[in-house]
């Protein structure tokens, strides 16, 4: 393999698309175990790479340097193999970003929910520090960490929430009957934004349409961030026009 990506589950990615309409490589979705994860990233056969579902923290203790970005979020999605040598890079962050400014939200000083606290969620908490929102809720549902609530909790102290963000993998392809959390319980709420991808329309942001909010789903996220990565990975620059003409395209052949 020399592009990819490595996850546990692959088989709602259409990252391959993606890169393949981006450059000049074939792209193949690499599915890895728990138990096979090790021996892949220390045997590293690849000369680039993106990380989803789980492994986004899991990799960096391979790599021999992230930047600044990924080295403050605390996860990568993005590495490039120079010489043997592993190099990480976070594009979640600024394909988060594109996503938020493409749909005209401003989250000056808002007092923003996140729901979920992995990888993509690091990425996503530091992105939304960095748009000046005034007040980040983070909710997790089992590991629980120094600043991270509960379902329970974020209900009672924080339904005047203004933007919700879903970055668990609830409501993803197959499970497309189930959503993080009932929007009726944020009457104050003003846009959500769940970053899956697959299906286009999540039961999140269909409730959020039904109650008048912005919904957003994650394809133009995952454009971004790749068209971000393909930079890395060919150390190349690509319009930025290409990520909506990307984005049009995949709409135009999927089922919302």
């Keep these: 393999m020399e592009y990819g990506l490595i996850g546990e589950t692959l088989g709602h ?10 450059a000049d490589y074939t792209y193949e979705p690499h599915p890895l175990s728990r138990e096979e994860f090790p021996a892949f990233m220390e045997e590293h056969p690849f000369r680039a790479i993106n990380v989803t579902i789980p492994y986004k923290q899991d990799v960096i203790p391979y790599l021999t340097q992230m930047d600044d970005s990924a080295r403050a979020i605390g996860a990568v999605n993005t590495i490039v193999n120079r010489n043997g040598k592993l190099y990480g890079y976070n594009t979640d962050m600024p394909g988060f970003m594109y996503m938020v400014k493409k749909h005209g939200v401003d989250m000056t000083g808002k007092k923003v929910v996140v729901l979920g ?8 908490q530091t992105a939304i520090g960095e748009m000046g929102a005034g007040q980040r809720i983070i909710v997790g549902h089992r590991t629980m960490k120094e600043g991270v609530i509960t379902y329970e909790e974020c209900f009672k102290k924080h ?8 970055t668990s993998p609830v409501g993803m392809y197959p499970n497309t009957d189930a959503s993080p959390v009932d929007l009726s319980r944020f009457p104050q709420c003003e846009a959500v934004f769940d970053i899956i991808a697959n299906p286009l329309t999540t039961k999140l942001t269909a409730q959020a349409h039904q109650l ?18 393909v930079e890395i990975f060919l150390d190349t620059a690509i319009d930025e026009s290409r990520i909506d003409e990307i984005y049009r395209q995949l709409k135009g052949g999927k089922n919302t």
């Design 13 to 22: 990615s259409v990252s391959k698309e993606i890169h393949e309409l981006l």
């Design 159 to 166: 339904s005047d929430a203004a933007i919700v963000i879903n």
């Design 117 to 124: 606290n992995g990888g993509a969620s690091q990425a996503i």
């Design 212 to 229: 008048g909010m912005i919904g957003v789903t994650g394809l133009e996220m995952l454009v971004a961030q790749a068209k971000y990565a």
